[in-house]
């Protein structure tokens, strides 16, 4: 454990102890009360308004939380069987009744000026709403008289409210905003779907696992499209036939340095063998404005640079396999400051635990995966082969090629399947304790102040 690690948890401790003995160190400054479940919240840093979503409802609060606008988005007559009713010319012959709304994405745009909304109703679709006006349409979508809309532009997140959505904004090379959403299949097979003999599914052929999707508002006909062709390029989607094997749960996705991260758990695995980790951390490069990027593709292709790997938090015999909360902050170290992954794990038996890993290790774990790759056949990485992209050749010995350190980050147009490394990155137990649920880090002179929220809503700092 490095020293500044050390002072960290020293803090804790601390912190702790005076939080035992002055029970009202944590004052409540102003609150809201919604009367349905919250489901996501956003914070807009310049105005400081607050856009909060609930089951049902979107609130626009002010930096009190007062309210400034709300917004009813639900009940709708729906049918998880039927095709979202924006679809034109999309007749449903099965029966319709009122479905609560739970949201599922909420996210910020400043730039453009939306806030994205996205519900379970309607197969998982997605609004623009206005910035300052949540009540507000931004943007029309799909236009009125667009004849030419496919069910993959409208269905983005999970049509069910206990089925996962996370995601992220970027801007990509040239300069187009991109929504990039990870969502758990929800199609026959699942304990999602209807269980009524129905054989449609909707959900296989229109939303893949990971997708990126456009979300330039100047650019109508191709918004949540796919925005690459073929559209193949732009999504991570398990074939039908190992969807059981592979039951991801998806857990947040985040932007550190000039990549998005994705942590889930294959939820298939658990109950099999306890000891085993279950818990994944992906890397997909965006292809963002940089100085050392000034020629190539508009986009970089999600199935270049898409590569994962597991994540254990314990050692042999004492494994927290399941993933809950994730948080990535910069540590303070002697040589300066340093990023760091934060995450919470937990066990069947409730059992929670907080581990940290470096950046800097999860990067070098994948430069030394796609060595491997090429040089050899390896046990230690494979071509993923439960994706529709994974079909190619697997990890063999490519001649005299040497990789170079933008191929050993991000892949090429000759390595472009999808890769998983097998050797699992671990982390020993920072803290451990029971219930555990969440994470958050921030930096108070030059210390790492861990705050942790647990499933009866305690707060450890």
């Known amino acids: 454990m490095p020293p500044s690690m050390e002072i960290a948890v020293l803090l804790l401790g601390v912190l702790a102890l005076e939080m035992r003995w002055s029970a009202s160190a944590l004052h409540i400054q102003q609150a809201f009360a919604s009367p349905n479940l919250t489901n996501n919240f956003v914070v807009d840093p310049v105005s400081r308004k607050v856009y909060l979503a609930t ?41 319709k009744s009122l479905t609560d709304n739970y949201n599922k994405l909420l996210k910020l745009d400043r730039e453009q000026g939306v806030v994205v909304v996205c519900g379970s109703v309607y197969q998982g679709f997605c609004e623009l709403r206005r910035m300052g006006n949540i009540s507000e349409i931004a943007v029309e979508f799909p236009p009125q008289g667009e004849k030419t809309v496919f069910p993959s532009m409208l269905n983005i997140a999970a049509n069910h409210p206990n089925a996962s959505t996370v995601g992220l904004i970027f801007k990509s090379h040239g300069g187009n905003t991109r929504l ?4 758990t299949y929800t199609g026959a097979g699942t304990q999602f779907f209807p269980k009524n003999h129905s054989k449609e599914d909707l959900r296989f052929e229109n939303t893949p ?8 508002i100047k650019d109508l006909p191709r918004l ?28 947040h996705a985040f932007i550190q340095k000039t990549y998005s991260y994705i942590a889930f758990n294959n939820d298939a695995k658990m109950g099999h063998k306890e000891s085993q980790p279950n818990s994944i951390l992906a890397r997909i490069c965006l292809d963002s404005d940089s100085p050392r990027k000034t020629t190539g593709p508009e986009s970089r292709k999600l199935t270049e640079s898409y590569i994962q790997m597991p994540l254990q938090c314990g050692s042999s015999g004492n494994i927290y396999n399941r993933l809950l909360s994730v948080y990535p902050a910069e540590v303070h170290a002697e040589g300066g400051w340093e990023p760091y992954l934060f995450g919470v794990f937990s066990k069947a038996d409730r059992k929670a635990a907080l581990c940290a890993f470096k950046f800097g290790d999860i990067e070098e774990e994948i430069r030394q995966g796609r060595r491997n790759c090429s040089n050899s056949p390896s046990s230690d990485v494979q071509v993923l082969d439960s994706v529709i992209q994974g079909s190619g050749a697997v990890c063999i010995q490519k001649g005299n090629l040497v990789l170079q350190p933008e191929q050993l980050d991000c892949g090429a147009a000759h390595l472009q399947h999808p890769l998983a490394l097998r050797r699992s990155l671990k982390a020993l137990p920072l803290f451990e304790y029971p219930a555990l649920s969440s994470v958050s880090v921030d930096t108070v002179h030059n210390h790492a102040v861990v705050f942790l929220g647990t499933i009866n809503g305690r707060l450890h700092k």
């Open 224 to 251: 949540f499209t796919y925005d690459i062709n073929p559209s193949e390029d732009n999504v991570f989607k398990i074939k039908q036939e190992v969807k059981t094997k592979n039951k991801l749960n998806f857990v």
């Open 55 to 95: 089951v049902n409802t979107v609130y626009q609060l002010n930096g009190t939380l007062s309210v400034e606008v709300e917004k009813r988005t639900g009940p709708v007559e729906d049918n998880l069987l039927c095709h979202a009713p924006q679809l034109p010319q999309a007749p449903c012959e099965h029966p």
């Open 209 to 216: 696992e990971i997708a990126i999707r456009s979300l330039n």
């Open 180 to 183: 990039l959403v990870g969502t």
